[in-house]
């Protein structure tokens, strides 16, 4: 088998202007907006790393240990939907069930 022979992408992220300016906030999907410094923020970014090592060592256990890997695939799963489930904005509970919900937190 003839080995391919690889092109590394050449990206160049030049500076990235949004002419808002954001003055220590950033915006949330719905267009609410929070401090970068929230506790929402750092809870964001830290079922983020979660979710990519939990990824990195599904990947690692998929030769060597599947059964763990099919496990941790379901672990990263539900990492990834906890940010998808729609918080009350002032209270950060759920919604009660039954009602509905405009927005996108």
Do not use: W
């Not at 906030?25 to 790393?49: H, P």
């Amino acid at each position: 088998m003839a080995e391919s022979k690889f092109d590394a992408p050449r990206i160049a992220l030049n500076r990235i202007y949004t002419k808002t300016g954001d003055q220590g906030q950033t915006g949330l999907a719905g267009g609410q907006r929070v401090a970068k410094d929230s506790l929402r923020i750092e809870c964001y970014g830290t079922v983020d790393e979660l979710n990519a090592f939990v990824g990195m060592s599904g990947v690692s256990a998929d030769d060597s240990v599947p059964e763990l890997a099919a496990i941790l695939r379901r672990v990263q799963h539900e990492l990834f939907k906890s940010r998808l489930h729609p918080r009350h904005p002032a209270s950060g509970r759920p919604p009660k069930a039954g009602a509905h919900h405009s927005g996108g937190n």
